[in-house]
């Protein structure tokens, strides 16, 4: 069994859960720990998974978590949604990179589409920013369309219209006094 978190997140739980629950309520799963990571991703079900490594970057973040939201609003979409956040799950965030991107540079945020263990689709940082939600979407949308066979979208309508997006830059964001 692998071992949970060590490492402390570098940044303020509190002050990044809202970065978080915007992925949580269109159904991503957190992966927070090693395991957690290696109870889903290591499976070969021949089922897709969307791996998004979440970030406080607000240049990038900001256009990455409301393209993957949107995208899931797609008549096809994966058949789960996991997030992993970088400098808040330091060890999750490593499992993945290490296991499952491996040959990617690390990245954040990033997105994955991810079978069987072998990574489909990749849209690292430098493919995310510059570009609005809609730009991120629709490269995710038509990855789906290659790749994934469930059916979308995660949640109604009614609900995604609900969905209020985190804005906020990463230097804003306090440190977590557990660093200090």
Do not use: W
Request: hydrophobic letters at 35%; a negative charge.
């Amino acid at each position: 069994m692998l071992e949970i978190n060590v490492r402390p997140p570098m940044y303020d739980p509190e002050a990044v859960q809202p970065m978080r629950d915007e992925l949580i309520y269109v159904g991503f799963e957190e992966l927070t720990t090693p395991q957690k990571v290696e109870d889903v991703l290591s499976l070969k079900d021949d089922k897709t998974s969307l791996v998004v490594i979440n970030s406080v970057c607000g240049c990038a973040a900001g256009s990455a978590r409301p393209g993957a939201t949107l995208a899931l609003q797609n008549n096809i979409i994966p058949d789960r949604f996991v997030t992993v956040f970088a400098g808040q799950d330091r060890d999750a965030v490593d499992q993945v990179r290490n296991n499952y991107l491996k040959g990617f540079p690390p990245s954040s945020p990033s997105m994955a589409i991810v079978k069987n263990g072998e990574v489909l689709f990749m849209m690292p940082r430098h493919h995310i920013e510059g570009r609005t939600a809609e730009e991120v979407s629709e490269t995710l949308r038509e990855e789906f369309e290659k790749h994934c066979t469930a059916q979308g979208p995660s949640i109604s309508q009614e609900a995604y219209s609900k969905l209020v997006h985190a804005r906020a830059c990463g230097s804003k964001i306090p440190l977590n006094e557990a660093n200090n």
